[in-house]
């Protein structure tokens, strides 16, 4: 094999602790097939997801380690790239353009110089942003917006309130936005404590308030005395089991509780969950490639996304970037797990 056929990679060698991701020369995945095409990445991003998966301890499918890929194995949703080649059943897509996606939790990610992906679930790159930048958006985005709007149900225009658990997260800092700034609801609570979240959450996130969560939740809501009930409630800071009982008190009757945050210790018995009639529902980016289920929407999501952002409607949260090497990518899985990073940090290749 002549080193034209090997890419450089950062992958985890075994499930455990940082200093297992390591970097390494492996094979170019092969020629397109199909829907897919060949991307040649210039960024990526890391998420909480990628340091689950890293330790071995990420459980959101039962399988989910029966269907990864072998070790090693290269970790990463978010990418930003080129393309190189397509599949024969490619028809929106040619060598040269530049596009960005987030890709499937089965398959080798994007942790490496190139990668194959589901032409379906790629959208052209926002003319706006650079390569970092879009390699922010796309996981926190889709998660948010399946969240919004294909799980609760939000309608465009409802008076009705949202509020966002960790507005100042990468995945809270989207939602708000889309509650606010897409959907036009008329009032978004975030949780933020520090004095740089709650700027970055109203800032960037466009939330129209923030409470700070050490305090009593629902106190914090009932002292801002808001002129619409909140309907909805999105928890995006672990552990779903510690919100549930403040959310149940907090929403409306008949509202919407959504969690992407794993917990095993779920309880609703004893809250106003029945006596409100509450619809509690999980929200997983992972749900459609996983089960190879409407797996288009994630392209149309994306290309909805770059018009909102080349039209200033909506903003990067990009706020952190580091090198795409393997001293980068560890220095990213400790950051992330220290659960104090702002926005989303990004990966960019030299």
């Known amino acids: 094999m002549s080193s034209h056929d090997k890419m450089h990679a950062i992958a985890v060698t075994e499930y455990g602790p940082i200093t297992n991701l390591q970097s390494m020369s492996i094979p170019r995945p092969p020629s397109p097939q199909g829907h897919d095409i060949l991307v040649r990445l210039r960024a990526c991003s890391i998420n909480p997801v990628d340091t689950k998966v890293r330790a071995g301890i990420y459980d959101d499918y039962p399988d989910y380690y029966t269907r990864t890929p072998s070790l090693p194995q290269i970790l990463g949703f978010d990418g930003a790239g080129i393309i190189e080649s397509v599949g024969s059943s490619v028809t929106d897509f040619a060598p040269g353009d530049e596009v960005y996606y987030a890709g499937s939790p089965i398959r080798q990610g994007s942790n490496a110089e190139y990668q194959l992906v589901d032409s379906r679930a790629v959208a052209l790159k926002p003319k706006s942003l650079d390569w970092g930048e879009a390699a922010a958006m796309p996981l926190t985005w889709i998660t948010a917006w399946e969240a919004l709007v294909e799980r609760m149900e939000i309608q465009k225009g409802e008076q009705a309130g949202i509020l966002i658990i960790n507005g100042a997260g990468g995945v809270g800092s989207v939602a708000s936005q889309i509650a606010r700034r897409v959907l036009n609801l008329p009032v978004v609570v975030t949780t933020a404590s520090r004095e740089e979240t709650v700027a970055f959450s109203k800032d960037v996130g466009g939330a129209t308030h923030t409470i700070n969560h050490h305090n009593d939740l629902a106190e914090e809501v009932e002292k801002l005395k808001l002129e619409v009930p909140i309907k909805y409630i999105f928890i995006t800071h672990t552990p779903t089991s510690g919100y549930l009982a403040p959310a149940a008190k907090i929403c409306a009757p008949f509202g919407k509780v959504c969690s992407i945050v794993q917990d095993k210790e779920m309880s609703m018995y004893g809250t106003e969950f029945m006596a409100k009639s509450l619809t509690f529902v999980w929200a997983l980016l992972g749900t459609k490639p996983y089960y190879g289920v409407d797996v288009e929407s994630h392209g149309r999501i994306l290309r909805e996304l770059a018009g909102l952002l080349d039209q200033e409607v ?23 797990e220290g659960g104090k990073s702002v926005g989303k940090l990004v990966l960019e290749f030299a």
């Open 314 to 336: 909506v903003r990067c949260h990009c706020r952190q970037r580091l090198k795409m090497d393997e001293e980068g990518v560890r220095e990213a899985h400790g950051i992330i």
